[in-house]
């Protein structure tokens, strides 16, 4: 018998495997990112079709398998209404994903960059912010997983951004352009 591991995760996205099963690219809580397969998920009579859309949150029970996760249970927590009806923050939200999926290599437990990412995506449901508020989000997203991954040393003008909790209420417009070129230099340090 395989031990059931229980987390928290955020699914990033998914494709389809087989006749009804799909796998998904989840960044859990306990383990990072991890790929899992979840049989029979695409049937009409499925429990876990719902629970494991893509980007949502959702409490989750795995067992480990030889080369993928498998999904036993889940139970949705957040499937995040505001930013599926807005293109924009949907578009954000994919490319936060793509660039965990691309800088984060097998499972190393970070439970900064979930925090983070869980700190973001309810910034981006929230319905006053600006579009440029969002974009903010997105920057600041990046720019904390970037120094939570070692490619942004110390920065004294932008500390602010980097410690604590998520917050882009913090944010400062004029910030915008040092952020971005730390950003592309830690995006540069990372080989992308």
Known sequence: MHPIYHTRGII??????????????????????????????RKLESK???????FSLAEIDLVRGRALWR????????TFPLIRGDSHSLALFAHMAGLIRTLC?????????????????????????????????????????????????????????????FNVDIYDPKDREAILVEINRGLKESQL
């Open 105 to 165: 290599h097998g499972e190393e437990d970070n439970t900064l960059i979930f925090a983070d990412l869980s700190g973001a995506l309810a910034a981006l449901e929230r319905e006053d912010l600006s579009r440029e508020r969002r974009e903010a989000v997105e920057h600041l997203f990046v720019l904390r997983m970037l120094g939570h991954l070692g490619y942004i040393g110390n920065h004294e003008a932008l500390g602010g951004y980097l410690s604590g909790a």
């Open 12 to 41: 990033l996205g998914s494709f389809e495997s087989g006749e009804a099963d799909r796998r998904l690219a989840i960044y859990a809580e306990d383990f990072g990112l991890i790929y899992a397969h979840a049989q029979g998920i």
């Open 48 to 54: 876990l079709r719902f629970a494991l859309q893509d």
């Open 71 to 78: 999904v036993t249970s889940a139970t949705s927590i957040e």
